[in-house]
């Protein structure tokens, strides 16, 4: 467009009311000359006028096609649609909230998940360098005949990595819970050690003083140093001078030598750092013993390894270097420890993968979680579309004659077509908003809900969810409109303008029995899922556990690295355990080695089998004597122990039911003796004899699902009482709110110098056993709940408009003597068949997914006919419903009304 | 007379529409229907435009300043606009005459040599 074009077009513009008279002018007086030519060659007037204007043709579209050069026609012809949708939508507000409720729904599901999924695999790290060339490092090795995939290795594996390569740089960090802080201000905190390295892989200049050097980080006798996360430091010190000033992480004291920059986590696969330190200071602030060690042990193993990769290496080639180093390093191990698998039965590799390691190979439980939920986000989707496309169709439906008569007076197509786009855009627009409110505390939700993570979720500048919420809701604009528009417009107008408006499209079309069989099929497959998930957690939650943890507190009392011999530790315990008993509300309290759901295992030996250990796991739990009322686990036979099976007498232990009836079928377990040993214990063969002293109800401790149950009790008196981490407390009121900060205040006021405890109901440990199935009967039942509605509103909707449609059709059928049963029956009949097939296809799809859903349920088939028929039937019922209030609305009808000529 | 007005006229070549309405106006000043006149007459009623698009791209031409419209009396007494070139036009008139020979006689030789 040429200026002088623009400026004619934008005068035309503001003068087009004249320019319209004027052509009008035009024509006119075109007719009259014609006419006046046709008058001299002998015609009649009143003929040579008639063929004068019928030769000008459809004046409309002449009049529309000239007026196009009157302004910027693209634009305004939108923004006049944009006009007229908007007052149709007013105009049918029921239609509109509808509609825009429905696309909400599926779009702020898919928004919501897209936000989380991406953060959690995607999203590169904030201030990551060049992300594309850095990798994490996975470690693979056969074990057990599978192949398991590590991210965590020893401290020893990242220096013999580093030595034995040369196609990039390595880095390691180390995520871990410390005690940060003095006296009462103490809290456990994330901390992330990190090497220099790392700093380096991120273009993260600190928000105040300076990053550690390498020296800061290797040399042991420069005293420790940390950088504050800019959370912390706006949190805890009101971002106030900090650098210099000394903050007590662990048990070490650290010189704050700067704050990270916002926002800046490092490659946290958890929760977001509070601190971070220099790597080789975390070891002595968990264990002294293992501090020492750790440049040459492969016992212990606490650092996550990344690479970034020089110039012109691929992933490839760094994954084939960093396995030969890998090899090399296992070599190494070998030559300290000769139980290291053979290379040959291993098969050790490394991969260069993904730096998030949700989604890395081996990605776990979180990403198959994550993936289960885009999926049936997506049908959610497909439904709130199906139905929407159907409320679509019956408008246009409706709205036929409208279409028919702008078609014959010369509106062209494509304008309609258009119109109709740019309506189902304000709808999906208007959805979209709705949607991105529903995203924006959905996501919040979801988060807190499948990965656990309460760390706040905004879609504020977050562009990519944003821009996948603006695709859902393009697409959702074709899906829905381009179809019905096109099959609205095409229309035979002679057909459409002769019928009777009075008689109304009797038919439904195809595609909207089409619609309403998917919308069916796909909400009955996701009741399944809901009712398969919600029976798995249900069975899982009714597990007996043979024991009652409900009241129980679990406290561990951290002596933040006070060294103390074991005999002062021991006291130190027995009289913290004298303090809980005297806090008010306390049952009885128990000392106990490992938190609930860790068991110890010990070479075993019983007389007459060759190998225990071929009949199971067979796991340990050292306890003191109280153990038994705290937990309230009953004494099938025998006795518990008491104080006198102290540390010299006889070495006693309980055995579980089915632990004894393995061990010594059809005899009496009582005064049966075990060797136990292996671990720090002598070898098992030169043991004394464990005597069994009782026979304890079966528990769950390895995991609720576990079978069948081989555990045995031992005194904690005669094994390691130093070693008991942690106290058991049973609290007299079910209530554990208020008794869990009681128990944590007294219990830390009686603990030694910076020492504090850590208080967390026990059942805690026992819901996060049943978290999958909690996960998926949440994800299922709510999405399944929700396509539901969506579904039955669509089918109501549908029903009702084909219904308003055939008033004068029913009208006369009543008219005629039919009764309101017959007139129910038939509208029934229509909506039940279809969802009939729906609820079949349904069935299908389920049945032939169900052996990938089988590994995910608890004590339930996949093909469990209850849930299967439960599903089917509540979606018939439903239908019914749907269907049967319109019918009923329908039959009140007055025929004298509907038959009245208008 | 003319010949049968029943029988179909000449279709108009795409693209030449503005080129014919140019040349029609470059004679003198006439109003739309002694346009669509003028160019049936000097086709030998070969050609025959449509009001339908005659008068949709004299509007097009007026915004892009092709050709200017002043109010005058038709013979029938009642006020209509009469086309005029104007400079710009008639730059436009030779432009778009040249093009539409080279285009021509290149077509020519492409059906001469075919044929040949």
Known sequence: MTLTEFFGRLIAMTRRKRLGQELAEDLEAHIELFARDLIARGETPERAFLTARRQLGNVTRLREDSRDAWGFPSIEAIAQDLRYAFRGLRRNPGFTVTVVMTLALGIGANTAIFGVIDRLMFRPYPYMSEPGTINRVYLESIYRGQPSVNTVFPWRRYLDLERAQSIGTLAAQSESRFAVGRGEETRIRHVMGITSSLVGFFDAPPARGRWFTRTEESDPSIPAVAVLSHSMWTNDFGQEEVLGSLLKIGVTDYTIIGVAPPGLVAAAAGPPPDVFIPIATVPSNVDRWLSNSVNTNYGWEWVQIFVKRNPGVSEEAASIALSDAYRWSRASERSLNAYVTPDSIARPRAIAGPVKQAAGPGGGAQSSIMLWAVGVALIVLIIACANVANLMLARLAVRQREVSIRLAIGVRRRRLVLQFLVEGLVLAALGAIAGLVIAQWGGSLIRLLLLGDSTSFSLANDWRTLGVALICALATTLLTTVGPALSATRADVTTSLKADPRAGGGHRSGAQAALVVVQSALSVLLLVGAGLFVRSFVNARSVALGYDSTPVLDVFPDFRGVQMDSAVVLAERERLLEVARAIPGVESAALVDNPLFATRVFDLRVNGIDSVAALGRFSARIASPEYFDVMQIRIVRGRRFSESDRSGAPLVALVSESMARSLWPGQNPIGQCMRIGGGTLPPAERAPCTEVIGVAENTAQRNITDDPRFMYYMPAAQRWPQNMSRMYLRMASRDLLGARELVRRELSRAMPSDGFVVVRPLQEQVDNQSRSWRLGAVLFASFGALAFVVAVVGLYGVVSYSLAQRRRELAVRVALGARTGDVLRLVLKEGAGLTLIGIAIGVLVALAASSRVQPLLFSISAMDPITYGVAGVSMLLAALAACLFPAVKARKTDPNEALRPE | ?116
């Open chain 2, 1 to 116: 007379m003319a010949k049968d007005p029943s029988a179909p006229p000449t279709a108009i070549l795409a693209g030449t529409l503005d080129l014919l309405i140019l040349k029609t106006l470059s004679m003198g000043t006439l109003h739309g229907y002694g346009i669509a006149q003028n160019i049936h007459n000097l086709s030998k009623e070969a050609l025959r435009v449509e009001e339908g698009s005659l008068y949709p791209a004299l509007q097009r031409m007026l915004v892009k300043g092709w050709v200017s419209a002043e109010l005058k009396r038709t013979p029938t007494g009642r006020q209509a606009r009469y086309y005029k070139l104007t400079a710009s036009g008639r730059k436009q008139l030779a432009a778009e005459e040249k093009s539409f020979h080279e285009s021509v006689s290149a077509t020519t030789r492409v059906l001469r040599s075919a044929e040949s």
